[in-house]
């Protein structure tokens, strides 16, 4: 994959869920120019791994469902999890404020690890019919804008990179994905998440939280699905 240059993830898979995409790009290391040697351990450098591209647009039946931008998703790191889980990203992805440590990671090369904040973080999308395929399209930035150097990017060359994406699949069982078409809702669906722990849980369609609510006070006992 080149910098500047446009992918497509296809997801053809079925009986399943889609839940936590995460990027993952390989970016080899860089040997600092003459010029760059004088910055003294703090240049080349590159952005963090969340201004590696340009937008990402996830994309159901060939419409797209939503658009991702690098600024947006840096930011809903910093301002939406927890301190402990956005430093451990912040790492992964290359420290913002930490011109060193993105000097090391970019002359010696490394694994950028990159969340992506969507409706997939807070549910799981699924994938059962044909009319269900999913499409993630990754429009990359320029290497010069993702690079700092006192010199040019082209003293460089043509870098490459290696990008993947990361996601949590959990099978359905025959009993969800085989009913009839509109059926779903009567039947008690089955979840295997990554085919080893089952979680049945009966959900009535009529059911709704507030009804739940009239009928049932807080010292009422709690079952947990079995």
Same mark, same amino acid.
């Given at each position: 994959?080149?910098?500047? %240059?446009? %992918?497509? !993830?296809?997801?053809?898979?079925?009986?399943?869920?889609?839940?936590?995409?995460? /990027?993952r $790009?390989?970016?080899p290391?860089?040997?600092?120019?003459? %010029?760059?040697?004088?910055?003294?351990?703090?240049?080349?450098?590159?952005?963090?791994?969340? !201004?590696? !591209?340009q937008?990402?647009?996830?994309?159901?039946?060939?419409?797209?469902?939503?658009?991702?931008?690098?600024?947006?998703?840096?930011?809903?790191?910093?301002l @939406?999890?927890?301190?402990e889980?956005? &430093?451990a990203?912040n790492?992964?992805?290359?420290?913002?404020?930490?011109?060193f440590?993105?000097?090391?990671?970019?002359?010696?090369? @490394?694994?950028y690890?990159?969340? +992506?904040?969507?409706? @997939?973080?807070?549910?799981?999308?699924? #994938? +059962?019919y044909? &009319?269900?395929?999913?499409?993630?399209?990754?429009?990359?930035n *320029?290497?010069?804008?993702? /690079?700092?150097?006192?010199?040019?990017?082209?003293?460089?060359?043509?870098?490459? /990179?290696? %990008?993947?994406?990361?996601?949590?699949? =959990?099978? #359905?069982?025959?009993?969800?994905?085989?009913? =009839?078409?509109?059926?779903?809702?009567r /039947?008690?669906?089955?979840? $295997? $998440? @990554?085919q080893?722990?089952?979680?049945?849980? &009966?959900?009535?369609?009529?059911?709704?939280?507030?009804? !739940?609510?009239?009928h049932?006070? &807080? *010292?009422?006992?709690?079952?947990?699905?079995?």
């Amino acid at each position: 994959m080149a910098w500047g %240059a446009y %992918a497509v !993830f296809d997801f053809k898979e079925k009986s399943c869920l889609l839940h936590e995409l995460i /990027l993952r $790009f390989d970016v080899p290391g860089l040997t600092p120019t003459t %010029a760059d040697v004088a910055g003294n351990g703090s240049v080349p450098r590159l952005t963090p791994g969340y !201004f590696f !591209f340009q937008r990402i647009e996830i994309v159901m039946n060939n419409n797209i469902i939503d658009t991702l931008y690098g600024g947006e998703q840096f930011l809903k790191n910093q301002l @939406f999890i927890s301190d402990e889980k956005r &430093k451990a990203l912040n790492y992964a992805s290359g420290v913002y404020n930490d011109k060193f440590d993105r000097y090391l990671k970019a002359t010696r090369g @490394f694994t950028y690890y990159v969340p +992506l904040h969507t409706f @997939f973080n807070i549910s799981h999308m699924p #994938l +059962l019919y044909p &009319k269900d395929d999913i499409q993630i399209r990754i429009y990359m930035n *320029n290497y010069s804008d993702c /690079l700092t150097t006192l010199g040019s990017a082209s003293d460089y060359g043509v870098q490459q /990179l290696q %990008a993947n994406l990361r996601f949590d699949v =959990p099978g #359905l069982t025959p009993s969800t994905t085989d009913a =009839p078409d509109g059926s779903h809702p009567r /039947l008690t669906p089955g979840y $295997f $998440f @990554f085919q080893r722990i089952e979680i049945v849980m &009966k959900v009535q369609a009529t059911q709704s939280w507030n009804r !739940f609510r009239r009928h049932h006070s &807080k *010292n009422d006992p709690i079952q947990l699905p079995h």
